[in-house]
């Protein structure tokens, strides 16, 4: 048992030890947030599947991706448009911020399918 007490010790004090040699040097900070509003949001997962309608209620996307940029400031929704049962359909990327939540849908003010065709082709970056 004392063994046991004395490698939870030792554990805890190199996992002290080694989080904070990545604080060195680099100021740290952590905002307040409102976690009761943040938990009324949409988790990714949930997300991505989804469709995105017009002001016409209208189908004119589906959530293919989320994606956050390194400035992590606007998140990007990556839609999958055009094409029929996946066969045809273009990545093309939005950024968040023109996306409404409006009675649990999805919605991109102004958007049509040919629209979102025009845009340019998303194509996801080679790791």
Do not use: C, H, W
């Amino acid at each position: 048992m004392q063994r046991f007490i004395l490698s939870l010790l030792v554990a805890g004090a190199v996992v002290s030890m080694g989080s904070a040699g990545y604080a060195q040097g680099v100021p740290q900070t952590v905002a307040k947030i409102d976690v009761v509003k943040v938990a009324t949001g949409f988790r990714a997962s949930k997300v991505i599947g989804e469709s995105v309608v017009n002001d016409a209620n209208e189908t004119v996307g589906k959530v293919d991706d989320l994606i956050i940029v390194p400035d992590g400031k606007v998140p990007f929704l990556i839609l999958s448009v055009g094409g029929f049962l996946g066969v045809g359909t273009k990545l093309v990327a939005v950024s968040f911020d023109g996306l409404k939540i409006q009675d649990k849908k999805l919605l991109l003010p102004g958007a049509t399918k040919d629209t979102l065709k025009d845009l340019p082709e998303f194509k996801y970056a080679k790791d």
